[in-house]
């Protein structure tokens, strides 16, 4: 029987480990998003926390049996690698893309959950809120290494990308990574989000939030898609930061506040088409010290920014197309 090489042995390692977390993400897809047939299923957050332990098990278990020369990669390791340091090491550095990618698809519904609640500290939710907070915490940390590791690897050649055909999977992932970081961002703010808070520095976040932009910056190259949702992220920022008080649920405005914050003009950092200022925003700014709940506020903008966004998108037919063809200016 022929020897086998060095190389064609590690790549039927490789292989192999990829099939067997490709199982792993099938079964994610299937029980948490339908099999992608349908709308994203509509879970509990019991249901969502128990399935997700389950799935993080497998995964973990999958972890374990990868060799040493095969182990996931953190990220801020690949900084100090030499040029032949990464190609020794491809199959470690795929390897680590797919896994982390695959934790968010787990983690995921449970972030959805928990924005999703409008009393997350009531009812039956409140028995699980330790369980939330160490999903959302481990939900974090895997897009933080996910966004870290296709940083350095962008950062050393964008050629290795090409050479593993992985641009699009990296491209992908990058704009899924600052999505979910914008949504535990969110979930940080909240005023009933303690437990949360312990565990998580918001600053933190919003550090990697501005990371991750600039990874996706880096790999998106013609991704009309991508360019486009980062500027997006970037405007909800603008708006994010300019709301930022030390009550995020609510505003204190007077006489002295009202003078550096006009409502009117925030909602034009983010391109609206039909945004209508609630009639208690009116009354804030013209009348003395009030109380205005901004939620409402600030999921309009929200949402009436990613339709127009999703709205320009489709009806240009080039979500994804070269944005070489577009008149479109970063």
Request: hydrophobic share 40%; aromatic share 10%.
């Amino acid at each position: 029987m022929p020897a086998c090489s060095r190389n064609h042995s590690d790549s039927l390692v490789y292989y192999n480990l990829l099939i067997s977390l490709h199982k792993i993400r099938s079964t994610v897809v299937e029980v948490l998003y339908d099999r992608n047939l349908g709308p994203p299923k509509s879970f509990s957050m019991q249901d969502a926390v128990v399935a997700r332990l389950r799935l993080i098990c497998d995964l973990e278990k999958w972890l374990r049996t990868c060799p040493q020369a095969f182990s996931v990669l953190s990220g801020p390791e690949l900084d100090s690698w030499s040029p032949a340091s990464y190609d020794a090491n491809r199959f470690r550095v795929l390897l680590s893309i797919q896994y982390y990618s695959t934790a968010l698809l787990i983690n995921s519904p449970v972030l959805t959950g928990l924005l999703a609640e409008r009393h997350p500290g009531q009812g039956a939710f409140h028995p699980l809120m330790d369980e939330v907070t160490l999903a959302i915490k481990q939900h974090f940390a895997a897009a933080r290494k996910l966004d870290r590791v296709i940083h350095y690897v962008a950062e050393y050649d964008l050629s290795f990308i090409d050479h593993n055909a992985t641009w699009w999977f990296c491209n992908y992932n990058m704009f899924t990574v600052n999505l979910h970081l914008f949504g535990i961002l969110l979930a940080c703010y909240r005023d009933d989000s303690m437990p949360l808070q312990q565990v998580i520095d918001s600053s933190e976040v919003r550090n990697a939030l501005e990371l991750g932009l600039r990874t996706l910056e880096m790999v998106e190259r013609s991704s009309l898609m991508s360019r486009k949702g980062r500027h997006c992220l970037r405007r909800f920022l603008q708006v994010f930061d300019t709301l930022g008080t030390p009550s995020p649920r609510e505003f204190e405005f007077s006489a002295s506040t009202t003078s550096g914050l006009d409502l009117h003009n925030l909602a034009s950092i983010v391109p609206c088409t039909h945004t209508t200022l609630p009639a208690s925003a009116d009354t804030a700014i013209m009348g003395p010290i009030s109380s205005v709940p901004l939620d409402g506020f600030y999921s309009q903008l929200i949402t009436e920014s990613a339709d127009n966004f999703l709205f320009q998108s489709s009806q240009l037919s080039f979500l994804d197309t070269d944005i070489s063809i577009a008149n479109f200016t970063s």
